[in-house]
């Protein structure tokens, strides 16, 4: 996993800071400056990757278990959506937020799940192009509670769909590349904690839809 994560931001700031330290003489000051930039992206992107590996251990081993409670989703759905306003804004996406109602409550961790759907949605808006549109979504169904990402970025090719949670697929490996971390397992991974998993659908022009479900309780 290390090898397949870590292996393309290393080599891209290897290799600028090489370029810089044999080219020094020959770079101006602008374009010293420029290298170094790109390499402190490269060391972030890295650091960000270990911090993953890391925490995807403590899940896989259990090491880091739910403390599950009753909380409102409804409410989480929303502060979550607020977090990321100014980055959709920024990229002029359009962040479209539905909550059924205001009183859906579900069993669970409740900083777990904002990590899944914090994760999902960073994912959307990576993928998503400017003047696209990011939907998230809490509804209540059969006794359960579905939280929907969906995003009208380029899609996943259905050959590619099968490997996308499995790490060292041809997915997984371009999503590295692009600096798409291990987010994605993540989730995947807390979500198994709480019996659930996600669920994913995709078309290539039209975008992905991501999604999960958790039992809803009722209030007292």
Known sequence: NI???????????????EALLRMEDAFDRDERRRYLE??????????????????????????TLPQTE????????QDI???FALSASE????????V?????FVEGDIGMIERVVTNLIENAIRHTPEHGEVRLEARSHAGEVEIMIADTGHGIPEEQMPGLLERGSTIRRMAARRGGGL???????????????????SRVGEGTRI???LPRVRTV
């Open 100 to 104: 059924e109602n205001e009183a859906l």
């Open 70 to 77: 009753r909380f409102s989703i409804s409410e989480l759905v």
């Open 3 to 17: 090898s397949h994560e870590l292996r393309t931001p290393l080599t891209s700031m290897q290799g600028y800071l």
């Open 38 to 63: 790109v390499a402190v992206r490269q060391s972030v992107k890295v650091s960000r990757l270990a911090q993953q590996l890391f925490e995807l251990a403590k899940l896989e081993c259990e090491e």
């Open 211 to 213: 999604s999960f479900v």
């Open 183 to 201: 987010g994605l397992l993540i989730a995947n991974r807390i979500l198994d904690l709480h019996g659930s998993a996600i669920r994913a659908a």
């Open 81 to 83: 959506a607020q977090k």
């Open 91 to 98: 990229k002029r996406i359009r962040l479209d937020t539905r």
